[in-house]
């Protein structure tokens, strides 16, 4: 346990993302949120963007808010905008208040308008004087974003990818924790890249000036799995070891399935032709990955070369050139 930032709110190191919520029950979801409660974990982090997961959320700890620190965001930018989504994600908690509301996804070009007298962040601080939220966050996929973040002094917390693939941020997490500003790391696993979670959080664990990792869970099982990485954060040499082979085996050229490029003009699942060579190539299952290859609709094959997907990828991915590989491999 310890404080996020200087919000005094005491936390714990593992907490708990609410992406994976959208792909289970209510009543699987709420076997997870009372093993959080068995395990010790506080700290849930959910989004306005991801669909029914604020909701479920909300059922679940009914009965219990006391035991969480709350965390959710919007990708709102003017000030009526994100009023609204403040008083829905209320009422989808099913609470008084909300311990930490995070600006979702700035954009670079972005940021310098979202301090405008008709933007979010005066709505935000508005919400924060009526009792509604505690305190004000902001999410990116750009360190940039990040820095100018950190050095404005207007927030109490960031929030970025981070992992053993992903440490552009690293400099940036020390100004931060040196300025009492509360460290949260999202993607932990790279998206799904990695697939040895415990390691991948113990890694991110040791790094003192990191406060809180989410990753996603869906399951009892990942919960203690995920918390028993809190049983010793010292990397030892095999560990170093393992952390250098899973560097040299992903590299920088692979898809976080944030699904941020989405939709494509003609159709084509992006992230999940991506995952398809990821089961290829990563795990081995090449005649089953072929045969899921061929029954989508719209396969990487298909892509027209228009572009529109690269302009959105928070992590510039040459998306067309990449898609050219998955058709040659799963062809």
Same mark, same amino acid.
């Given at each position: 346990?310890?404080n996020?930032?200087?919000?005094?709110?005491?936390?714990?190191?593992?907490?708990f993302?609410?992406?994976?919520?959208?792909?289970?029950?209510?009543?699987?979801t709420?076997?997870?949120?009372?093993?959080?409660?068995?395990q010790?974990?506080?700290?849930?982090?959910?989004?306005?963007?991801?669909?029914?997961?604020?909701?479920?959320?909300?059922?679940?700890?009914?009965?219990?808010?006391?035991?969480?620190?709350?965390?959710?965001?919007?990708?709102?930018?003017?000030?009526?905008?994100?009023? @609204? =989504?403040?008083?829905? *994600?209320?009422?989808?908690? #099913?609470?008084?208040?909300?311990?930490?509301?995070? %600006?979702? $996804?700035?954009?670079?070009n972005?940021?310098?308008?979202?301090?405008?007298?008709?933007?979010?962040?005066?709505?935000?601080?508005?919400?924060?004087?009526?009792?509604?939220?505690?305190?004000?966050?902001?999410?990116?996929?750009?360190?940039?974003?990040?820095?100018?973040?950190?050095?404005?002094?207007?927030?109490?917390?960031?929030?970025?990818?981070?992992?053993?693939?992903?440490?552009?941020?690293?400099?940036?997490?020390?100004?931060?924790?040196?300025?009492?500003?509360?460290?949260?790391?999202?993607?932990?696993?790279?998206?799904?890249?990695?697939?040895?979670?415990?390691?991948?959080?113990?890694?991110?664990?040791?790094?003192?000036?990191?406060?809180?990792?989410?990753?996603?869970?869906?399951?009892?099982?990942?919960?203690?799995?995920?918390?028993?990485?809190? @049983? =010793?954060i010292?990397? *030892?040499?095999?560990?170093? #070891?393992?952390?250098?082979?899973?560097?040299?085996? %992903?590299? $920088?050229?692979?898809?976080?399935?944030?699904?941020y490029?989405?939709?494509?003009?003609?159709?084509?699942?992006?992230?999940?032709?991506?995952l398809?060579?990821?089961?290829?190539?990563?795990?081995?299952?090449?005649?089953?990955?072929?045969?899921?290859?061929?029954?989508?609709?719209?396969?990487?094959?298909?892509?027209?070369?228009?572009?529109?997907?690269?302009?959105?990828?928070?992590?510039?991915?040459?998306?067309?050139?990449?898609?050219?590989?998955?058709?040659?491999?799963?062809?």
């Amino acid at each position: 346990m310890r404080n996020l930032g200087k919000t005094n709110m005491e936390i714990s190191r593992v907490g708990f993302g609410g992406i994976p919520i959208q792909r289970i029950s209510q009543e699987e979801t709420n076997i997870v949120i009372d093993e959080l409660v068995k395990q010790g974990i506080n700290f849930i982090d959910s989004a306005r963007g991801y669909t029914i997961s604020e909701e479920y959320i909300g059922n679940a700890i009914y009965g219990k808010r006391d035991k969480f620190i709350l965390a959710t965001k919007s990708m709102s930018r003017k000030y009526e905008d994100m009023i @609204n =989504d403040v008083e829905i *994600s209320l009422k989808n908690l #099913k609470t008084e208040y909300i311990d930490l509301y995070q %600006l979702h $996804n700035v954009k670079i070009n972005e940021y310098d308008n979202i301090f405008n007298d008709n933007m979010a962040y005066n709505a935000l601080l508005d919400c924060k004087k009526q009792g509604k939220i505690k305190h004000i966050g902001i999410t990116s996929h750009n360190v940039d974003v990040i820095k100018k973040a950190v050095h404005s002094g207007k927030f109490d917390t960031i929030q970025f990818p981070y992992n053993i693939v992903e440490d552009q941020a690293d400099e940036i997490f020390k100004e931060a924790n040196k300025k009492n500003i509360g460290v949260i790391v999202m993607k932990p696993l790279a998206g799904g890249a990695i697939d040895n979670a415990k390691l991948a959080i113990k890694y991110i664990l040791s790094k003192e000036y990191v406060d809180v990792v989410i990753p996603g869970m869906d399951s009892a099982e990942q919960v203690i799995e995920n918390v028993s990485a809190l @049983n =010793d954060i010292n990397l *030892s040499q095999e560990d170093i #070891k393992d952390i250098e082979e899973i560097r040299k085996r %992903l590299g $920088n050229r692979f898809c976080r399935r944030c699904e941020y490029c989405m939709p494509c003009p003609i159709g084509i699942n992006i992230p999940m032709n991506f995952l398809m060579e990821g089961y290829y190539t990563r795990y081995n299952l090449k005649e089953w990955a072929i045969d899921r290859y061929k029954t989508f609709d719209k396969k990487a094959s298909d892509c027209i070369g228009c572009g529109k997907c690269e302009e959105k990828c928070p992590y510039d991915l040459p998306i067309r050139d990449m898609l050219k590989e998955v058709a040659c491999r799963l062809k």
